[in-house]
């Protein structure tokens, strides 16, 4: 399948259309209709970012509002404005929240990837657009997650690009997406048969209709466990833009 | 130069009227009120989020077509107001903040505010701008999701800010009896 064509900005068009989510909601109708969209090719990087606090200094890390981000946020640099390595500029910023995630794409004129945008892109290989029931594709995806954390980080937009020609989406970082919150798993299935479920007002839950697919499986428990201001040593992003 | 000085204090007399004065401390770090949010309200006023500042706060998200659990977040902050005297009530606001811009308009916030008997006085029912929501939501810990038939799955839970817009407790227990402990962090943040 061809590769949908680049813009030339660093965002590739992807056409969207029926998609098969492994989220399965109750009030689903299905198929699940997705518009069409451009998507940044690779994470954003230190280096990208370094230029946004200081466009933006109140997301420097001495300066941002402690409601906006954690106390690790950009820990790992050397200085507030200043990145650790040059090694470093080239890698997928980590260590940043959803709300500085957000205001970096709303500078771009762009936002976060929805999660079904993120899952839509994230199921291709490198040459179908969706390899997900390909075992060999589901063993590498498991490799990656039980490399030690501790390891430095590859540089972005050094993978081969998916089908659509997008990188990085397995293997590198983990990726906010705009409405990690929207992601009720781990509550609701905790919960069913509590007399705590109205913690979630009308009781739609969410269950995973793939179970294999440990992809989806580990990065919806883990941005269902998130606040907006948390920040880790592996959680990155990249922006998505309307067409 | 004088000319300079002079506008200068045009310029901070003007900044400073726009502000309640006398002007305030800068915020706290840690104050939802950084947020640059705008809401609209039951009137129709659009205000910053942050102008609720100088007052403590009950605050809550919902959306007017819900039929179960936000007219019991409205119960809440009914039977929080009734623990309270008068005079305490006269320091606490409440902010309901709509999940459902689309569909609460200040049209639909007005008529929930009638059918309720709301006093406008006190509470707040208001809708952000859409691409503000998500964000709203997560400086209160509200999760949510739109459903496809229309309503939400959303988290319930009362918020109480402090004068600063600082979270100071929160519960998930909402409805004709407030929970206790909540109401004890009420009181000592209204306290005089």
Request: proline content about 6%; glycine content about 6%.
């Amino acid at each position: 399948m061809a590769a949908a064509a680049a813009e030339g900005d660093g965002y590739v068009r992807v056409p969207g259309g029926n998609f098969t989510t492994a989220l399965q909601y109750e009030d689903a109708r299905l198929p699940l209709r997705i518009a069409p969209f451009a998507i940044m090719r690779r994470p954003v990087t230190n280096q990208e970012f370094l230029a946004f606090v200081m466009a933006h200094p109140q997301w420097r890390r001495d300066q941002v509002a402690t409601v906006f981000a954690g106390p690790d946020y950009l820990a790992h640099w050397r200085g507030p404005a200043r990145l650790a390595s040059g090694e470093q500029g080239a890698q997928p910023v980590t260590r940043v929240s959803w709300f500085a995630a957000s205001a970096y794409c709303q500078g771009q004129g762009a936002r976060l990837p929805k999660w079904h945008e993120w899952e839509l892109v994230a199921a291709a290989d490198a040459t179908r657009r969706d390899a997900r029931s390909d075992p060999a594709w589901r063993e590498r995806i498991l490799g990656w997650y039980a490399r030690p954390s501790s390891r430095a980080l590859p540089s972005a937009g050094a993978q081969t690009p998916n089908a659509y020609g997008v990188k990085d989406l397995h293997g590198v970082v983990w990726e906010w997406t705009e409405d990690y919150s929207a992601l009720l798993v781990a509550a609701d299935n905790r919960n069913q048969g509590d007399p705590d479920r109205n913690r979630f007002c009308g009781g739609a839950a969410l269950s995973i209709a793939d179970r294999d697919n440990y992809a989806v499986l580990m990065r919806v428990a883990m941005l269902s466990s998130l606040n907006g201001s948390d920040t880790t040593m592996n959680l990155g992003f990249r922006c998505v833009r309307e067409v | 130069m004088k000319s300079v000085s002079l506008l200068f204090l045009a310029v901070a007399m003007l900044a400073m009227s726009a502000w309640a004065a006398p002007a305030l401390p800068p915020l706290p770090s840690d104050s939802v009120y950084q947020s640059t949010a705008q809401l609209t309200d039951a009137q129709s006023h659009r205000f910053a989020w942050s102008a609720k500042r100088g007052q403590a706060q009950l605050v809550s998200m919902f959306y007017t077509s819900c039929k179960f659990i936000c007219p019991l977040i409205v119960d809440s902050g009914k039977a929080i107001e009734q623990s309270l005297s008068a005079e305490e009530r006269t320091r606490l606001g409440v902010t309901l903040i709509s999940l459902d811009p689309e569909h609460d308009t200040p049209d639909v916030l007005a008529r929930m505010r009638r059918e309720r008997d709301l006093d406008p006085a006190r509470w707040t029912l208001a809708r952000p701008d859409p691409r503000d929501v998500r964000a709203i939501a997560g400086l209160l810990g509200v999760r949510y999701r739109a459903l496809a038939g229309g309503e939400f799955n959303h988290t319930t839970v009362l918020v109480l800010l402090d004068a600063d817009g600082r979270v100071v407790a929160r519960t998930e227990k909402v409805g004709g009896l407030p929970d206790p402990t909540f109401l004890a962090a009420v009181r000592r943040t209204i306290a005089p």
